[in-house]
T-cell receptor, first 117, second 118 residues
Framework: NAGVMQNPRHLVRRRGQEARLRCSPM?????VYWYRQLPEEGLKFMVY????????ESGMPKERFSAEFPKEGPSILRIQQVVRGDSAAYFC???????????????FGPGTRLLVL | AQSVAQPEDQVNVAEGNPLTVKCTYS??????LFWYVQYPNRGLQFLLK??????LVKGSYGFEAEFNKSQTSFHLKKPSALVSDSALYFC????????????????FGSGTRLSIRP
């Protein structure tokens, strides 16, 4: 059973360009979470999605960032007009079930390391 | 709001010695606590979790954690450290989402870098 897949693993963008990060959850999981890790810091929650729905986006910056999890295909985290401060590792996690249980474990992907020049 | 604190940025232990990585928590309601490990340039790997039941939780790679309600702690332990245990360790707590019936994010501690010397 493949784990959470993320691509690309490394992404280099110049200031002002767009970054698209993809996440395919584990098989059977329909809940996806995105986290950001700045250098030498812990992970910070960004957004929680179920298929075609954003459930909690309290950690998303108000501008330039968006996320989707379509009915078909991977979840996408999109960053428009990137700035140097967006350089970080972006991790996706998934969980199964109804999402109502706090007991559920989130399983993490390998991350995408974004570098903005 | 739920939170966890990891008071030590770095822990250094000699191989073969016992290790402890500290974590304290602050939650409203029942705590759902986790430990994750991150190896260099890798994602997070789940180690163990406390939901309910026995205060001593056993996890992967020989790690265990002790839930202490009176001290609001959830320290990670291993009886005999290995050099390969050197990594970044995160304590975490599950937070309830915007709707009571919906579980969402994990709140992570700042991380503790564990260094095991041969």
């Amino acid at each position: 059973n493949a784990g959470v897949m993320q691509n690309p693993r490394h992404l280099v963008r110049r200031r002002g360009q767009e970054a698209r990060l993809r996440c395919s959850p584990m098989k059977g999981h329909s809940h996806v979470y995105w986290y950001r890790q700045l250098p030498e810091e812990g992970l910070k929650f960004m957004v929680y999605l179920q298929k075609e729905n954003i459930i909690d986006e309290s950690g998303m910056p108000k501008e330039r960032f968006s996320a989707e999890f379509p009915k078909e295909g991977p979840s996408i985290l999109r960053i428009q007009q990137v700035v140097r401060g967006d350089s970080a590792a972006y991790f996706c996690a998934s969980s199964q079930g109804s999402g109502r249980s706090l007991r559920e474990t989130q399983y993490f992907g390998p991350g995408t390391r974004l570098l903005v020049l | 709001a739920q939170s966890v604190a990891q008071p030590e940025d770095q822990v250094n232990v000699a191989e073969g010695n016992p290790l402890t990585v500290k974590c304290t928590y602050s939650v409203s309601g029942n705590p759902y606590l986790f430990w994750y490990v991150q190896y260099p340039n890798r994602g997070l790997q789940f180690l163990l979790k406390y939901i309910t039941g026995d205060n001593l939780v056993k996890g992967s790679y020989g790690f265990e954690a002790e839930f202490n309600k009176s001290q609001t702690s959830f320290h990670l332990k291993k009886p005999s450290a290995l050099v390969s245990d050197s990594a970044l360790y995160f304590c975490a707590v599950r937070d309830r989402g915007p709707r009571d019936s919906s579980a969402s994010k994990i709140i992570f501690g700042s991380g503790t870098r564990l260094s095991i010397r041969p």
